[in-house]
């Protein structure tokens, strides 16, 4: 039997469970979550050293507005004029919401909520509740929806959007624990699946968070920036980004051969110089290509070593070389900074207990001691910024279909730090006001058949691993044409054939089986961005194509659009000059 919804949600992260408040408050019945678990995703289960939320000013005498920081998202480049005025307008309604909600944003006795300056940030528009910001508002805003009536149907990963005409009439799901498979009519679908994490081996999304933008693609819609992604460097064993602290106090870079034999890669190669880039580090975290002979030096240091087979690790337990007369050798800045934190003295360790406990104590809380062993690490994905083609509802090109938060291709080539939390809000209520507006409409009846499966000795595992492997050292951020060029081919022979080349054990792994179809067409979507990108624009933002420097220092305006496995590059649009006569607004409200 079928099941018929209005709006059918996957994802139950931020813009997920936003999205349903949303619908609920708006009027919408027929609302339900599907999610392969409650409890998965990044918006739950990741963090920083200051997990940031970036909005427009609401404290102090400093001046701001929409304007000035649309110009600000658009200022990143590859964005639509659209998306940066709406994320810009609507963000003081969205941010309200949450401390409405209860997530505990400071503010002082007045109630302005104070700021500080995030990366891409002129002003000080950040604020932040501590490393675990999205974690508060997930469960905060799960509160509220489930309070609110909301059906929430766990266990299921969707393997399809079904489409008829260019529109949505509903989805199908498979079981995670017996394979089975349910079909769910509907008449939207607002996929919140955040940013596509399977695809990297080195990635510091959570285990948890795999992603599911093919379900797009495979439906019809076409995909936006899908080349442009934040990389940085990040523990392995327990997947976290250190930044901040981790790195202004200072730790020792160690590489380690597969017999054993050890080396301070970084000083081996920059000698006194090393120390500044590793505080510097802890402000510059994402790789750069400007910054490829500063702080980003560090990251392709990093990398090199682990593409040589050897391991690389932080030792907090002891100085890096250039220390042993002092900090003289540290540089003005980072001298500083240590001065003024009180912290010239001792040991890595004994420096980061004294600016920052918490630090050591979230890795304790992992069962990592950061007194009495090393901490492995990699320079990792962390954040996509290309997805889905939406317009200024956050709707595809498929008529139905609504993407928000990761998953929506919104942010371009540099943004400010904190706003991808935001747009998860805002993405999220533009797309429930839509669906609220436009009404029901004629609601087809879902049909779905399974593919063909093959069973046997499973692969799923090996394959998904393999293709892991060889992005991750093809596809990064040190980018070789040639490279991309082969393994897209590779991926696109499999994508081809993926239901006669992947073998599953029994039904009970049909999940996983679907997982690693998305892992694979994604793929391919993003090879081709990242050849056609490399090809036309060259080396910017995180990709440093073929080691070559940048073409141009102009902020890019234009995007790359994927159609399935071919990409091209189209311009942004400006941003719009909507309507500010309060008499016209006063008159549309009326009607």
């Given at each position: 039997?079928?099941?018929?919804?209005?709006?059918?949600?996957?994802?139950?992260g931020?813009?997920?469970?936003?999205?349903?408040?949303?619908?609920?408050?708006?009027?919408?019945?027929?609302?339900?979550?599907?999610?392969?678990g409650r409890?998965?995703?990044?918006?739950?289960?990741?963090?920083?050293d200051?997990?940031?939320?970036?909005?427009?000013?609401?404290?102090?005498?400093?001046?701001d507005?929409?304007?000035?920081?649309a110009?600000t998202?658009?200022?990143?480049?590859?964005?639509?004029?659209?998306h940066?005025m709406?994320?810009?307008?609507?963000?003081?309604?969205?941010?309200?919401?949450?401390?409405?909600?209860?997530?505990?944003?400071p503010c002082?006795e007045?109630?302005?909520?104070?700021g500080?300056?995030?990366?891409?940030?002129?002003?000080?528009?950040?604020?932040?509740?501590?490393?675990l910001?999205?974690?508060?508002?997930?469960?905060?805003?799960?509160?509220?929806?489930?309070?609110?009536?909301?059906?929430?149907?766990?266990?299921q990963?969707?393997?399809?959007?079904?489409?008829?005409?260019?529109?949505?009439?509903?989805?199908?799901?498979?079981?995670?624990?017996t394979?089975?498979?349910?079909?769910?009519?509907?008449?939207?679908?607002?996929?919140?699946?955040?940013?596509?994490?399977?695809?990297?081996?080195?990635?510091?999304?959570?285990?948890?968070?795999?992603?599911?933008?093919?379900?797009?693609?495979?439906?019809?819609a076409?995909?936006s920036?899908?080349?442009?992604?934040?990389?940085g460097?990040?523990s392995?064993?327990?997947?976290?980004?250190?930044s901040?602290?981790?790195?202004?106090?200072?730790?020792?870079?160690?590489?380690?051969?597969?017999?054993?034999?050890?080396?301070?890669?970084?000083?081996?190669?920059?000698?006194?110089?090393?120390?500044?880039?590793?505080?510097?580090?802890?402000?510059?975290?994402?790789?750069?290509?400007?910054?490829?002979?500063?702080?980003?030096?560090?990251?392709?240091l990093v990398?090199?070593?682990?593409?040589?087979?050897?391991?690389v690790?932080?030792?907090?337990r002891?100085?890096?070389?250039?220390?042993?007369?002092?900090?003289?050798?540290?540089?003005?800045?980072?001298?500083?900074?240590l001065?003024?934190s009180?912290?010239?003295?001792?040991?890595?360790?004994?420096?980061?207990?004294?600016?920052?406990?918490?630090?050591?104590?979230?890795y304790?809380?992992?069962?990592?001691?950061?007194?009495t062993?090393?901490l492995?690490?990699?320079v990792?994905?962390?954040h996509?910024?290309?997805?889905?083609?939406?317009?200024?509802?956050?709707?595809?090109?498929?008529?139905?279909?609504?993407?928000?938060?990761?998953?929506?291709?919104?942010?371009?080539?540099?943004r400010?730090?904190g706003?991808?939390?935001?747009?998860?809000?805002?993405?999220?209520?533009?797309?429930?006001?839509?669906?609220?507006?436009?009404?029901?409409?004629?609601l087809?009846?879902?049909?779905?058949?399974l593919?063909?499966?093959?069973?046997?000795?499973?692969?799923?595992?090996?394959?998904?691993?393999?293709?892991?492997?060889?992005?991750?050292?093809?596809?990064?951020?040190?980018?070789?044409?040639?490279?991309m060029?082969?393994?897209?081919n590779?991926?696109?022979?499999?994508?081809?054939?993926?239901?006669?080349v992947?073998?599953?054990?029994?039904?009970?792994?049909?999940?996983?089986?679907?997982?690693?179809?998305?892992?694979?067409?994604?793929?391919?979507?993003?090879?081709?961005?990242?050849?056609r990108?490399?090809?036309?624009?060259?080396?910017?933002?995180?990709?440093?194509?073929?080691?070559?420097?940048?073409?141009?220092?102009?902020?890019?305006?234009?995007?790359t659009?994927?159609?399935?496995?071919?990409?091209?590059i189209?311009?942004?649009?400006?941003?719009?000059?909507?309507?500010?006569?309060?008499?016209?607004?006063?008159?549309?409200?009326?009607?």
């Amino acid at each position: 039997m079928t099941k018929r919804y209005n709006t059918i949600i996957i994802g139950t992260g931020c813009a997920g469970y936003n999205a349903a408040l949303r619908l609920a408050r708006l009027g919408v019945g027929g609302v339900a979550i599907v999610t392969e678990g409650r409890f998965m995703g990044t918006s739950r289960n990741t963090g920083s050293d200051k997990q940031t939320y970036y909005k427009l000013s609401l404290a102090g005498g400093d001046g701001d507005s929409v304007r000035e920081m649309a110009q600000t998202l658009y200022e990143g480049g590859g964005v639509m004029g659209e998306h940066a005025m709406a994320e810009a307008a609507y963000s003081v309604r969205a941010f309200m919401n949450l401390v409405e909600l209860g997530v505990p944003f400071p503010c002082n006795e007045y109630g302005e909520y104070a700021g500080y300056k995030t990366d891409h940030d002129p002003r000080c528009r950040a604020t932040s509740c501590g490393p675990l910001t999205s974690k508060y508002m997930t469960e905060a805003l799960e509160r509220a929806a489930l309070d609110a009536g909301v059906e929430l149907i766990d266990f299921q990963r969707v393997v399809k959007i079904i489409t008829k005409n260019g529109a949505v009439t509903g989805i199908a799901a498979v079981s995670t624990v017996t394979g089975d498979v349910t079909v769910f009519s509907c008449e939207n679908v607002i996929l919140c699946t955040g940013g596509p994490a399977g695809i990297y081996e080195n990635t510091v999304y959570p285990e948890s968070q795999h992603g599911a933008t093919s379900l797009a693609v495979d439906a019809g819609a076409s995909l936006s920036n899908m080349e442009e992604w934040q990389y940085g460097i990040a523990s392995v064993s327990f997947r976290w980004n250190l930044s901040g602290t981790y790195q202004q106090v200072l730790p020792t870079y160690i590489s380690v051969s597969p017999d054993g034999e050890e080396r301070e890669f970084l000083w081996d190669a920059l000698g006194e110089r090393s120390l500044g880039l590793i505080f510097l580090k802890g402000y510059q975290w994402p790789f750069d290509v400007r910054k490829a002979d500063a702080s980003s030096l560090v990251d392709l240091l990093v990398a090199e070593e682990t593409k040589k087979g050897r391991r690389v690790f932080l030792d907090f337990r002891r100085n890096p070389r250039g220390l042993e007369n002092g900090f003289s050798a540290v540089g003005e800045e980072a001298y500083g900074y240590l001065e003024k934190s009180s912290a010239l003295f001792g040991t890595p360790i004994e420096r980061l207990r004294h600016m920052n406990e918490g630090a050591i104590e979230l890795y304790a809380s992992h069962g990592i001691d950061l007194y009495t062993e090393r901490l492995e690490i990699a320079v990792c994905a962390q954040h996509c910024n290309g997805g889905v083609t939406v317009d200024a509802n956050w709707q595809s090109e498929v008529d139905g279909l609504y993407v928000a938060g990761e998953a929506a291709g919104t942010f371009g080539v540099y943004r400010p730090g904190g706003s991808a939390l935001n747009s998860t809000q805002v993405g999220s209520l533009r797309a429930a006001e839509h669906i609220a507006k436009r009404g029901r409409r004629f609601l087809e009846r879902a049909e779905y058949t399974l593919p063909e499966i093959r069973y046997g000795e499973s692969n799923v595992r090996s394959l998904l691993g393999e293709l892991q492997h060889e992005m991750s050292c093809t596809a990064d951020f040190d980018r070789r044409l040639s490279d991309m060029r082969q393994l897209h081919n590779k991926v696109s022979d499999i994508a081809e054939r993926f239901f006669e080349v992947a073998v599953i054990g029994d039904k009970t792994e049909s999940a996983a089986l679907f997982k690693l179809y998305d892992t694979v067409l994604t793929q391919r979507s993003v090879l081709s961005a990242m050849i056609r990108s490399a090809e036309e624009i060259g080396s910017h933002g995180s990709a440093f194509v073929d080691r070559e420097p940048p073409r141009s220092t102009e902020v890019r305006r234009t995007r790359t659009v994927t159609r399935g496995a071919v990409s091209e590059i189209c311009d942004v649009s400006p941003l719009p000059d909507g309507e500010l006569w309060f008499e016209t607004l006063l008159s549309r409200a009326r009607k």
